[in-house]
């Protein structure tokens, strides 16, 4: 397995298998443009693919710089240990059904945050996905060290309202809650 940076020419492959892993309309190419330019900065990019022997993309992490993000109604900043300023933010990862288990996910969030630290961050804030297949998002984040700060239930229910995304385990009404972690780096 290969972790590359995350470029243009894999925007089509990662928006399909975003859109297979998290729902229908989670991704296009537009707004995958828009989510890898917050990731990089001072030159270094911060997302990734992971890339099989046969030049297959099997992963991809997407991580957003510190200051290049915005915080909203969902992030508890008096919970967090480090300022918005210095705090980065892991939007999104998906590893194929096929590559599961395999250490795909860590090797991907190890690039991120050593990138995200060349960067001056001293921290990455996620919203792990709690009806993930077995909560396996919220286990793997876990492992890696990640705490807990809240949860937060109907947390993507308003892309549904809004953007047409279609939940995987809901369907047209998004209903699934977020864990609020942070990842100290």
């Known amino acids: 397995m290969l972790i590359t ?12 298998l975003a859109n297979q892993i998290h729902g229908d309309n989670y991704l296009d190419n537009a707004s995958l443009q828009s989510m890898q330019c917050q990731g990089v900065k001072n030159g270094i990019n911060a997302s990734f693919v992971a890339v099989d022997n046969t030049g297959d993309i099997i992963g991809y992490r997407l991580s ?4 290049q993000w915005h915080s909203d109604s ?3 900043e008096a919970l ?10 892991f939007k999104s990862v998906g590893v194929t059904v096929a590559a599961r288990g395999q250490g795909v996910a ?8 050593q990138a ?18 077995g909560n396996a998002a919220q286990q793997y ?20 309202e809004s953007a047409g995304y279609y939940c995987p385990v809901c369907g047209a009404l998004c209903r699934c809650s977020a864990a609020e972690m942070v990842l100290v780096f």
């Open 5 to 16: 940076k995350l470029t243009p020419e894999h925007f089509p492959t990662v928006v399909e």
């Open 64 to 67: 957003f710089a510190a200051g």
């Open 74 to 76: 969902w992030c508890s």
């Open 80 to 89: 967090w240990p480090v300022p918005l300023d210095r705090m980065a933010y």
């Open 106 to 113: 860590s090797a991907l969030l190890r690039q991120s945050v």
């Open 116 to 133: 995200l630290k060349q960067q001056g961050a001293l921290a990455g804030l996620a919203h792990i996905w709690r009806e993930s297949p």
């Open 141 to 160: 984040f876990s492992q890696a060290g990640a705490t807990l700060l809240k949860v937060h239930p109907d947390k993507w229910r308003h892309l549904s």
